[in-house]
């Protein structure tokens, strides 16, 4: 059972334009909530968290917006680069297990192309 | 920088082989991770240690062994690959406490024919 929901799969994106991603969450016990970035041949990369106790947090042209009651999260990429293409990952964390035990719970992904 | 370095960018191997990936990180990092990457599929944990010796099944154990005798390395096996196990493999590691960040090596495509 998938207990991160993303969305779009894919998106297209003109230079310039915002980039918008979503994902959805059912387990009310996660506390981190961290996007990755993959381009072509390499693995992903952390691009940027927030936890629960925020609503919103930005870097540089990414920004999380959290909606701890809907449950949801998403990346808005401001400006969207034609080096922006790649796809990215939301996924979701809890540490009520021992602290060893944790393990990420992934979204399946969204492959975002920006046109120049 | 963390550096997770996966023996193999490519690998091409027959069904029923023995199949060994290696994967080894530089920073002292407790844990580490194995993953298999399909398209439309996202990322699927195979199986993950949290120190030299232990390890826990991921969501996709089936087909899959590991092995961790020194804290730097995770090694994943394939007893007896198949055609299914076609795929992108990712090693991942981070620190036990207070960091959750996860570091990803850049991966090994395995080919089963």
């Known amino acids: 059972q998938q207990q991160v929901k993303q969305s779009p799969q894919s998106l297209i994106v003109q230079k310039g334009g915002i980039s918008i991603i979503n994902c959805a969450y059912e387990?009310?016990?996660?506390?981190?909530f961290p996007w990755y970035q993959q381009f072509p041949g390499k693995g992903p990369a952390l691009l940027i968290a927030?936890?629960?106790d925020v609503s919103e947090k930005k870097e540089g042209r990414f920004t999380i917006s959290f909606n701890k009651s809907a449950k949801q999260f998403s990346l808005h990429i401001m400006d969207s680069q034609p080096g922006d293409s790649a796809t990215y990952f939301c996924a979701a964390e809890t540490r009520f297990r021992a602290g060893n035990n944790r393990k990420l719970i992934w979204g399946l992904g969204t492959s975002l192309a920006v046109n120049p | 920088d963390v550096k997770v370095t996966q023996s193999s960018r490519y690998l091409v191997k027959r069904t029923g082989e023995k199949v060994f990936l290696e994967c080894v990180q530089d920073?002292?990092?407790?844990?580490m991770f194995w993953y298999r990457q399909d398209p439309g599929l996202g990322l699927r944990l195979i199986y993950f240690s949290y120190d030299v010796k232990m390890k826990e099944k991921g969501d996709i154990p089936e087909g899959y062994s590991v092995s961790r005798e020194k804290k730097e390395r995770f090694s994943l096996i394939l007893e007896s690959a198949s055609t299914n196990q076609t795929s992108m493999y990712l090693c991942?590691?981070?620190?036990?406490?207070?960091?959750?960040?996860?570091?990803f090596g850049s991966g090994t495509q395995l080919s089963v024919l």
């Open positions: 927030i936890r629960p």
């Open positions: 387990n009310t016990a996660f506390d981190y």
């Open positions: 991942a590691s981070r620190l036990r406490r207070n960091n959750e960040k996860l570091f």
């Open positions: 920073m002292d990092h407790e844990n």
